[in-house]
């Protein structure tokens, strides 16, 4: 099969972004046209007049790809395109924070397009700021922990929930651990006419803190330990979940992994902080079933 | 000379402003039109959604956007995937396109897209003044400024010839004045379709998104390159010069109205004072200066079309002999207390060997008429600074002294 993610791009080793790009362009073939918001992904493909994309690519803006998407599917369908499918790949912030307004629309219109948000849990192009993603007390540089503060103050906004509202006919969470299950998500999405959205969860090596080899570990611990359901919702219902069943860690482990968590094992107060998020994992479990 | 313009009173009917323009933009056979609602431009998207609804728009796609933001966004998506693009709009929504419009003029995608001008918040108003359009001067998108509705539906035409010219491939604006064009009845021509297919060829760019010839478009320029992909877009702006001027002449040829290029003139040939102006205020202006020139009063009339690119040379050629440059601006830059075209008139002829005084004035914001007298005022002053030279170089025209 054609590489239609190139090699020689600039991510950093073990960059997950890169992982999650090549992953979605297997899963959705190469009649595809992909939309890139502004983000790391956007800046570590294309430095000018250089391109890892074999397939035809373009960024507009931070806070617009899903409304660049919809144009797209527009002109394809004025043009007599329509088999070509419509990809927007975005980071966290791009689509949780400030391309929300412009997701939100092109959802509700329907357009046919699959969206998939690259969810690395900070803005990472600018240096690791917090985003809608950053769990619950995670250091950023934007919510470091300090002598009053544990670091991220809210739990992550529940994003796929969002868009199962909207209507999308397909909804589903994947993590770039597991790149079989990944690849089939998308192309699951891909196929199914109406706006669907993938999540991918996306340990990122040099926001999180953790050694360029261990990019898939600390995703598959992310799963293990709950606090990252694998599931799909087909028309607003949950279809499918990935079981961890009795092989499930405690959040601990994974935390332990990280350097953003790394406060809640030197702090007074850490423990209990630890056993909050603890509960986030076992109310996962819990809800999906895991 | 500028030729004679020949309207067809046989074909003509009385229609609003924005329908006329709504039925332009359908005759241009637009593939993607993306819009948001907003006074006074609704009209306009209005008339658009029921060809769309009685399928009179073949092959086209109306994207009913959440915004303004993702009206203009949405057609970097079509237009780099090679459609014909679409929208309207107007202040708040003209102001929240802003990043885009840079977009769009950097990524060299011909969109065209009519401004009904409108105030800008706050206060806000719904009422006229080009605030809104000029405010987005540096944008790298082509402004051009309609004096009446038949203008404005046949500039439609114009702007997509110019706009997707290989060797232009900048983006463009069409301003007409809110209310005072956008929703009065007018006899006009609507524009003709078997005229227009023969004007304005299908749109057929080079480059587009296509899997079967995979290019990445929005690319991020370091250093090494950003000032390059600049330079070539004020390179098509000049080019844009000509265009501009070849396709009115085109236009002319094929439909028989003309309404100048970049510039039109008026009673200019032997005029001391000359007054320069964009919009539906020229309409005016030509009435005032037909009264005047009865009283033997030397005054002739500048009309600025293209106020992006800006006109240079057209202006000097036509202003070198005259004695005063009155310039009427429906906006401010605030802390200058200069409207634009004052200013960006002035600044070319600074270098020139030109001498001649400019004074400028700040007229209609908000949608405050602009009346005969006020203007005749400043024709009285234009006259005394030829005698006594320049006392006050730019102010407000209109102010009501009692509200300060
Ligand atoms: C309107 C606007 N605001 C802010 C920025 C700066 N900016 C560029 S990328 C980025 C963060 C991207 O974060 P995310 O979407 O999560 O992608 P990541 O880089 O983490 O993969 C920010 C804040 C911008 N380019 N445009
Ligand atoms: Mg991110």
Redesign the pocket.
Do not use: H, K, R, W
């Given at each position: 099969m054609k590489n239609l993610f190139d090699s020689g791009h600039r991510g950093c080793a073990g960059c997950c972004?890169a992982m999650a790009a090549k992953f979605t362009l297997m899963g959705a073939g190469e009649d595809s046209i992909v939309i890139n918001?502004?983000?790391?992904?956007?800046?570590m493909t294309t430095p000018f007049p250089e391109t890892s994309w074999n397939v035809p690519w373009i960024h507009s803006?931070?806070?617009n790809a899903a409304a660049v998407g919809a144009g797209v599917e527009a002109a394809l369908k004025s043009l007599g395109k329509e088999n070509t499918k419509v990809v927007v790949m975005?980071?966290?912030?791009?689509?949780l924070?400030?391309?929300m307004r412009s997701i939100s629309g092109t959802f509700e219109r329907g357009h046919d397009l699959t969206y998939v948000c690259?969810?690395?849990e900070?803005?990472?192009?600018?240096g690791v700021?917090r985003?809608g993603?950053t769990p619950y007390n995670a250091s950023t540089t934007t919510s470091p922990s300090g002598k009053v503060s544990f670091g991220n103050p809210r739990p992550k906004k529940n994003m796929p929930a969002i868009m199962a509202a909207h209507g999308a006919p397909y909804v589903a969470t994947t993590s770039i651990g597991f790149p079989k299950d990944m690849i089939k998500k998308v192309a699951k999405a891909t196929e199914i006419e109406g706006p669907t959205y993938v999540h991918a969860h996306a340990p990122?090596t040099t926001?999180w803190g953790f050694d360029t080899s261990k990019t898939v570990e600390v995703a598959k611990m992310a799963v293990q330990t709950g606090l990252w359901p694998l599931y799909e919702m087909e028309d607003g219902e949950v279809t499918k979940v990935r079981k961890i069943g009795k092989n499930v860690k405690p959040v601990e482990d994974y935390l332990k992994m990280q350097r953003r968590f790394k406060h809640l094992f030197t702090m007074e107060g850490g423990e209990e902080e630890i056993a909050k998020i603890q509960a986030i994992a076992d109310k996962n479990i819990e809800d999906f079933g895991l | 000379m500028a030729p004679e313009n020949k309207l067809d009173k046989s074909k003509m009917v009385v229609v609003e402003g924005s329908y006329a323009v709504a039925h332009a933009v359908k005759t241009c056979r637009p593939n993607v039109i993306s819009a948001y609602p907003i006074t006074p431009q609704t009209h306009i998207v209005e008339d658009l959604s029921q060809f769309m609804a009685d399928g009179e728009i073949p092959n086209c796609e109306y994207i009913n956007v959440e915004s303004e933001f993702s009206a203009l966004s949405a057609l970097v998506g079509s237009s780099a995937a090679g459609a014909r693009c679409y929208s309207a709009t107007t202040s708040q929504g003209l102001e929240l396109m802003h990043?885009v419009l840079f977009n769009v003029s950097g990524m060299r995608l011909p969109v065209v897209m009519t401004i009904v001008n409108r105030a800008v918040s706050a206060p806000i108003s719904i009422w006229n003044d080009q605030q809104d359009s000029i405010s987005q001067r540096d944008t790298g998108w082509i402004q051009l400024y309609a004096e009446n509705i038949q203008e404005i539906s046949d500039m439609t035409a114009q702007a997509y010839k110019i706009s997707e010219d290989k060797d232009i491939l900048m983006p463009a604006m069409t301003c007409m004045d809110g209310f005072i064009l956008s929703h009065v009845y007018e006899p006009v021509v609507l524009l003709e379709q078997d005229l227009t297919d023969e004007f304005l060829p299908a749109y057929e760019p080079e480059r587009i998104l296509d899997p079967k010839n995979p290019l990445s478009f929005g690319a991020f320029a370091d250093p090494n390159y950003y000032a390059e992909f600049r330079y070539l877009q004020e390179q098509a702006m000049q080019k844009a010069l000509k265009k501009i001027e070849d396709v009115a002449n085109e236009f002319y040829d094929i439909y028989g109205r003309y309404y100048g290029g970049l510039i039109d003139e008026y009673r200019t040939d032997d005029a001391d004072i000359i007054i320069m102006a964009m919009g539906s205020i020229v309409g005016t202006i030509k009435d005032l200066i037909d009264k005047l020139r009865d009283r033997n009063v030397k005054v002739g009339l500048l009309k600025v079309r293209a106020f992006r690119p800006f006109p240079a040379e057209a202006i000097k050629e036509v202003i070198k002999d005259s004695k005063v440059i009155v310039t009427l601006d429906k906006n401010i830059s605030l802390g200058l207390n200069e409207g634009a075209l004052c200013t960006e008139t002035k600044s070319v002829l600074y270098n020139s060997d030109i001498r001649v005084p400019v004074i400028g004035y700040m007229i209609g914001h908000g949608g405050r008429d602009i009346k005969v007298d006020t203007i005749e005022k400043i024709v009285d002053d234009a006259e005394e600074v030829i005698k006594t030279g320049i006392r006050i170089e730019s102010q407000f025209a209109d102010l009501k002294e009692e509200l300060l």
């Open positions: 972004d918001p502004t983000g790391c992904l956007e800046v803006l931070f806070e975005g980071g966290d912030g791009a689509t924070d400030i391309g690259i969810d690395n900070a803005y990472m192009n600018t700021q985003s993603a990122c926001g | 990043e």
